[in-house]
């Protein structure tokens, strides 16, 4: 059968040089005038609606709407350096405003006691703040450089109650201390406008604040060092890579910041005077944030107009109505915002919400440890044991300690509200204490007025508490990361502003709350018995947590927070279980707060003020967000030392002990109880000879035999050349994983690192490049030692690497991207000018996506933009971790013809590959690592004698076929199949549909990725997928799978039109997706994971009949672990059982991945790149996995894939894709004989086009 081409008279081509519009070309005059207005009035539209609402709603006269200027202006200056902090380090700074306290109380010193000059003490003073802002980057902020992004923001926290404390003390030197003093202008100068004096310091704000935004503003848009500390923000080791001192530009960032803070300090000191305790208040704090949201966090000119007229509405509504609305206000603002806004890919706070994860997820016991009797007893004893003491405690205590104890034990209950929706489900929330005073006022309410016992006052408290929290969670599901704890804390402040405002709610009790019995007269009057209500409720909370966790709901929430287009692929309604989520953790933290109204008797504002979400937010931080345990242990150590340790120890509360914690157990103190049960479960298992696997030896994967070939000896090879390492050892923590590595590269050669996956290539690499300092051993360069010194400067000696995997800054465009990676030529104009010609002549296709977000690129343009990104340093050695990871054939042809231009310079090569047929194309020498030591170093040509060296580790064991042999050439590219189609002709012909796309379409703005596009799919056919990077491969599957809208066109799914449904409602019809980088989930262990995937097939996912411990949910539970044991004896997976996810290699997850493709049991599967990542011989033994799927599922199969041989030996079908259309498809042979398909995919190189095949087929370097 021939292939049927289609777009005839179309020229396939590399890349697309025109784009088309949706405009069309014709456009009417003005277009461009309108196009260029239209970024601006969007910038200014929240600002201008702020100010309308004010001027019809709240008005004010002239004179207050100026005074709102001038403060909204300060405040600008506040969320500007917020902003600049997050550009940086991708955090909230609590301590902002307080970077600049201190220094402004000093400046007001020397001007009010020693009487220095207002221009000497104002420079002292910004001096000061510089100083303050660079040291406390260098000695608070860079020691959290690996911490997880949340981490960094709550030890913010900590900093801000460090740095206050520091100015309230300054003034003691001179015996005084602040009373809102106000400091002096520095002239006399008033003006009077509508009733309102302004004076010399108004004047100074309003001509100072506009100065400093816009010099900041052009600072980050036109300089080098602005684009260079973004792109450190997206990847602080990638841009270190290409030479830009990451460390450095973050301690200029924060003493910018810190300036900032001081400008806005000491003039808003001017103004109003200084604050005599937390610094500007939280309602300042709060009208920043809220900014920030507005702005997206990234649009400067929204966030400081948005500061101003925030201002503007601040002074209006205090003026013309009550000063209690300003909150809920802001709070109404904020929701509005998410709600208009939508979700709109690629903002920041969509690229660093993975980062926004704190805590380690506990480990499971092994199986064979949880087994023993000790253990299957003893833990249950425990807690038993536990409980008991806790409950004799309030007998040892007088009353007032005893109610201390209780509170503590009601703050811990909040705290599980936390674990649940921060912990588990990923939704940074900083207005916990919202629900918290919502189940306060309610209950209080119901025994007050209703006159309800206790047990139905926390009933209907937690009803109300879910209510508030799903009207929460709709909106707020839009938002991610940082976004969603601004908009979580301005909700907090909207709702106990309501909740505490006399005249907003007078259903709310105001005066004493008295106790009740619990329920059928048992007694809760008692501070005893209120601590043992407490401690019921703390318990059975955790309880029905814990069992929550190992449902179904759980694993779904965790997944969700990894991974949500994978979690959706396997049917996971994702906004159902968000507000699930948040109605779970609404409704505990409201039982906690009425509990807690019946405890203290009143309702006292002060229990539910702003400070009070931080403070709950850090304990549960610092106990562990993720464990039930982590909640107990941070309200002990926050709360317990503060009302219970003598004064002594009391700083252990205050923010220095919050940072010390943080420094010292970053997973929180569940970590170390923790830690100690592993050290004792490797003891006990130890002396039992059990395989616990939990510690493998370095880079080891389950299951790998050594091969039997003996590791050259230590310290051979030439002590000279461009490159040589020596003897080199490297750790991961207790694991080591290099151990003397000899390695040497001299100028202009070319040398090939092979191995499998785990072996440890990537680490060497690391150890190379200054990412990570080795244990041991000597890394030279041109004959410099340059073992431990930092990337960039390593870099700036010509040693560039390209990470696999990870090369681009994904919030940037691309055109930002190649800006950045000119940091090292920026002022040597004519290498800059030569770097881009090689390039734009390389990667024409970049040149036509200059605007466009990095992020948003196909995985192959990132790979392709990776390289032009090196190119631009003008490398002397060039190190390409991943050299074809993710490009189409002709690409790499090309890479690897630039590559043999680079040597012919003088560029020397180290290459690292999956595929050995490509690095062999240009190696000389190879070197192969097995269990982090080399077994082969020698020339390429000898490697073929060495077969066990290539084998298949992971792959193999799961497939039912041998590897594939190399695909035959014809044509420089064709061959033979090597086995005949598997979907049976019958079936093909009978005219059935599995899957149809008919003429669907989609444009991003206006540049139209796919166009009528019709493809249709036989039950059990598998369909390749092929074509150039950008052709539109992935978008076709995101439009197939539901994870983008169509514009036009239908998808239909076994007959059925599913082109309004979401990803999960797909999935949960029987379509399947494998995504290219086989993330999976990776806080869940395999056996979770896989569990995970079906979820399809769960047959009680209820949250609470898991809670309560339901005989059905218990059933629908051992159905699914009895299908999870059964694929896990299937693909050989029994040793990595309870291993996490992220601890596998790329080989095994690959095989995790395809069992949960068999456990979704799909009748449709979506799989887009399989190959990508896994060693050359794993790839040939992908394809009998892959016919594995079709026959054990029955399902039809489409196969996004660039290894040539693999798509061809399993694929009954191909469809060529260029510039968003089809343009071929027919059996493999046909369409991979097509000149146009040869011409413009596959290309002349025949290392590019077969990967994968025996060694022997492919050409070796032989220079």
Known sequence: MAATLSAQGVELTAAATETETEDGPDRAPGGTGVRRLRPVLTSLAPALVIVLVQQVLFPAPGGIVLRGVIVGGLTALIALGMALVHRANRIINFAQADLGFGPAVLSYLLLDEVGVPWPLAVVAGLATAVALGAATEVLVIRRFARAPRLLVTIATIGLSQVLTATALLLPRLWDRRLVS????????ATARLGGVVFDANDLLALVVTPVVVVGVAGLLRGSAAGVAIRASADDGDRASLLGIPVHRLHTIVWAGAAALAFVTVF??????????????????????????????????VTVTTSAVALGVLELGIAWDSSVELIDPALGAIVLIALLLQGRRGGG???????????????????????????????RPAMLAGAVAVAAVVPHLLSSDRSLRASALLIYATLGLSLVLLSGWGGHVSLGQVAFFAVGAAVGAWATSTLGADLFAALVVAAVAGAAAATLVGVPASRARGLTLAVTTFAFSLATTAYLLGDDLSSWVPRGRIERVALVGGIDALTPTAIYEVALGLLVLTALALRAIRSSRTGRAAVALRDNDRAAQSYGIDAPRLRIVTFALSGAIAAMAGALFVHHQQALDPSSYGPVQNLTVFTMVVVGGLTSVTGALLGALFLLGTQWFLPADWRILASGTGVLLVLWLAPGGLATIPFGLRDRIVRRVAARRGLDIGLRRSAGTPLGMEETSLEPPPAGEGPADGLLVVQDLEASYGPVQILFGIDLHVAEGEAVA???????????????????RRPDRGVVRFDGEDITGRPAHAIA????????????????????????????????????????????????PVLAGRSSQRAGTLSGGEQQMLALAMVLL???RLLVVDELSLGLAPEVVGRLLAAIRALQDRGVAVLLVDQSINVALAVADRALVLERGQVRFAGPARELEQHPDLLRSVFLGNAADDDPLPAAEVRDGHGGTPARPPAAPAAVVATGGRALEAREVSVAFGGVRAVQEVSLS???QEIVGVIGPNGAGKTTLFDLLSGYLAADGGTVWLAGRDVSGRSPSARARLGLGRSFQDARLFPSLSVEETIATACERWVRVPDPLSAAFHLPNAQDSERAVARRVAELVELLGLGGFRRAFVRELSTGTRRVVDLACLLAHEPDVVLLDEPAAGIAQREVEALAPLIRRVRDETRASLVVIEHDIPLIRSVADRLVAMDQGRVVATGPPADVLAVPAVVASYLGPDHAAVNRSGNVAGAPTAGR
């Open 181 to 188: 003093d106000r400091i002096v202008p520095p002239w006399d």
């Open 873 to 875: 340093t003008r490398p």
């Open 1017 to 1019: 799919v036989a039950p």
């Open 348 to 378: 920041a706070e969509e690229a660093d919400g993975g980062a926004w994860r704190a805590a380690e997820e506990v480990r499971r016991l092994p199986e064979a440890v949880a087994a023993l009797p000790i253990v299957r007893w003893g």
């Open 267 to 300: 003039l808003r000191g001017g103004i109003l005077g200084l604050p005599t305790g937390e610094v500007l208040g939280f309602s300042v704090l709060l009208r920043s944030l809220v900014a920030l949201v507005l702005g997206r966090l990234t649009n400067l």
């Open 753 to 771: 690192l092979l191995g499998t996956n785990g072996a440890g290539k990537s680490t060497l690499l690391r150890a190379v490049s200054g990412l």
């Open 796 to 843: 700036a000696l010509g040693l560039a690497q390209v990470p696999g995997g990870a090369g681009v800054f994904p919030s940037l465009t691309v055109a930002e991207n190649l800006r950045a990676a000119s940091w090292l030529l920026r002022r040597r104009p004519a290498d800059l000018a030569e770097g881009e010609a090689e390039a734009a002549r390389l990667f």
